[in-house]
T-cell receptor, first 113, second 116 residues
């Protein structure tokens, strides 16, 4: 059967507030990082990416921060909207790993009205 | 652009039968396609990587005789779950990347397989 384990970490925010979703990655040699959004029953959707030679990148309402010293990645969503409710995954591509993605465990974002 | 489709979106099959899932890149040529498996409230687990015209590369612990992957053209890859059992029930997701967008993977909408 399917495995049973810990529930996804959940972040609850009020509509209009800013959200910060964190991710710790394991491979210090990773070259490329991506944030994906996954709505229930759907495939992951690309949000934003960042290369290891950068520490910040901004998109529309989203910002990704990369701290290579502590191997930490964060996704900031400004003015969170109900449509932002989903599971968010970080993913990394190690240097020399081709283009194989390794996904993090994910965070469930719930936007409360 | 960069649309990936999967068919079927949902399938229910009896234990012991085989099920084929198709992954198509609709508006680009996918030199590489990836197959993932996802359990409820869990992350995506890479099963295998397939390049057009060559054999798939399976991740450790994934049975290649159980999960047959064919990447016959630059727009189509198929995953066949052979002799399915209830423990194969899962959400299967494919992704595709092109030679020009090396790091970019475009994901399909997923296929929910239920084995009874």
């Amino acid at each position: 059967g399917e495995s049973v384990g810990l529930h996804l970490p959940t972040l609850s925010v009020q509509e209009g507030d800013n959200s910060i979703i964190n991710c710790a990655y394991s491979n210090s040699a990773s070259d490329y990082f991506i944030w994906y959004k996954q709505e229930s029953g759907k495939g992951p959707q690309f949000i934003i990416d960042i290369r290891s030679n950068m520490d910040k990148r901004q998109g529309q309402r989203v910002t990704v921060l990369l701290n290579k010293t502590v191997k930490h990645l964060s996704l900031q969503i400004a003015a969170t909207q109900p449509g932002d409710s989903a599971v968010y995954f970080c993913a990394e591509i190690p240097t020399g790993g081709g283009n194989k993605l390794t996904f993090g465990t994910g965070t469930q974002l719930k936007v409360e009205l | 652009g960069a649309v990936v489709s999967q068919h079927p979106s949902r399938v229910i099959c009896k234990s012991g039968t085989s099920v084929k899932i198709e992954c198509r890149s609709l508006d680009f040529q996918a030199t590489t396609m990836f197959w993932y498996r996802q359990f409820p409230k869990k992350s995506l687990m890479l099963m295998a990587t397939s390049n057009e015209g060559s054999k798939a590369t399976y991740e450790q612990g994934v049975e290649k005789d159980k999960f047959l992957i064919n990447h016959a053209s630059l727009t189509l890859s198929t995953l066949t779950v052979t002799s399915a059992h209830p423990e194969d029930s899962s959400f299967y997701i494919c992704s595709a990347s092109s030679k020009t967008g090396y790091y970019e993977q475009y994901f399909g909408p997923g296929t929910r397989l239920t084995v009874t």
